[in-house]
């Protein structure tokens, strides 16, 4: 009975039910685990007895544990961003050249902005704008330019027509001194052709050569280094063609000295000509280039306005241009029907050319209407011109 009544406990704290027997037994169920809240419990069974003990169903209710762990806010400030602005001026522009003075400016702006996320970025942006305008400048010969330069070609036509008595006549036979003589003669028309070099290339550039006046002033220098030329020609000459006869000492050494002033004209004359032009004269001189360039073409612009403005400079320029093309066309006629006279075409052809050129100096563009006078300057043109 003891035995039986420690089975029947057992099924009690076990669960289970059992048949009617003599003898039963049951197993205790096992305790949940923590945290599950829950127990198994195995079925009892019993042998067939003649009095069954009854069970009742058992029930181990587990117990666990519930921790809860509340962290930090998970949210943190980010740094705050920072940005960089790198404002960049514009360039200004480059001033002409010329007559004419640029100025150019530039302006900058420029902004930077920042901003911060709780991340810790930032981002900064920055602009900056210039503009810059240069001034224009004058590039163009003036007319008092291109008069000139006429002039300067009809000077070198008769350097040219001068040069060509050396060859073209018989001066180069005269005795013992002939040949020297020619070379002077050609030096000298050298020397001319110097001075109208130095007139075209300089001054008749003007408004165009930045240095005008030096190259018209060097072109003195250039004409006595040539002249030097022929007289360093006319000693040689002298002492080479008197060597074998009695006076040969003296025409020696007198052609030996007047060589060596020519010699040194020249060497004067090329090293003056070159300051004037690359040296350190030429700054003077392209300096005072600058000033009277813009002078000039004020007065031009002051002369055309006026023959403008009174409706007389078409009717000018028109009697100018006729008279002229009369003179040109003559010089270019002796250069044509006498070649020995080809300078003196040259010379006569430019100046009618110059005198062309001076009707620019009243009149830039074609008035609408000439008035009284001027139509009878343009009558006088035509009759000019049959």
Do not use: E, R, W, Y
Request: charged share 0%; glycine share 24%.
């Amino acid at each position: 009975m003891a035995v039986l009544f420690a089975l029947a406990l057992a099924a009690c704290s076990g669960g289970g039910s059992g048949s009617t027997a003599k003898n039963g037994s049951g197993t205790a169920a096992t305790a949940g685990s923590d945290g599950s809240g829950s127990g198994t419990t195995s079925d009892g069974s019993g042998t067939t007895a003649s009095t069954g003990g009854s069970g009742t169903d058992g029930s181990t209710s587990g117990t666990g544990t519930t921790t809860t762990v509340t962290g930090d806010d998970g949210t943190t400030a980010g740094n705050p961003g920072t940005g960089t602005t790198t404002p960049i001026g514009g360039t200004g522009g480059t001033g002409g050249t010329g007559t004419g003075i640029g100025t150019g400016t530039g302006t900058g702006t420029g902004t930077g902005t920042g901003t911060g996320t709780g991340t810790g970025t930032g981002t900064g942006t920055g602009t900056g704008t210039g503009t810059g305008t240069g001034g224009t400048g004058s590039n163009t010969t003036l007319v008092a330019g291109s008069i000139l330069a006429s002039t300067g070609t009809a000077v070198s036509g008769l350097g040219t027509q001068v040069s060509s008595i050396a060859t073209q006549t018989p001066i180069g036979n005269i005795p013992v001194v002939g040949q020297g003589v020619s070379g002077l003669v050609n030096s000298t028309g050298v020397a001319v052709n110097n001075l109208g070099s130095g007139v075209t290339n300089g001054v008749g550039q003007l408004g165009t050569n930045t240095n005008a006046l030096g190259t018209t002033v060097a072109g003195v220098p250039t004409a006595v280094a040539s002249l030097g030329t022929g007289v360093s020609g006319l000693g040689t000459s002298l002492a080479s063609n008197t060597a074998s006869t009695p006076i040969a000492g003296v025409t020696s050494a007198a052609g030996g000295l007047v060589n060596n002033v020519g010699s040194a004209v020249t060497a004067t004359g090329s090293g003056l000509a070159t300051n004037l032009t690359s040296g350190q004269t030429s700054q003077l001189t392209t300096g005072v280039t600058s000033v009277v360039t813009p002078v000039v073409a004020t007065v031009q612009n002051t002369t055309q306005s006026v023959g403008n403005a009174t409706g007389l400079g078409t009717p000018v320029a028109t009697v100018l241009s006729t008279v002229g093309g009369k003179v040109a066309s003559t010089g270019t006629q002796v250069s044509t029907t006498a070649p020995v006279l080809t300078g003196l075409g040259t010379a006569v052809t430019s100046v009618g050319s110059a005198v062309t050129q001076t009707g620019a100096l009243v009149t830039n563009t074609t008035p609408s209407n000439g008035g009284l006078l001027g139509g009878t300057l343009t009558t006088l043109g035509t009759v000019v011109n049959h």
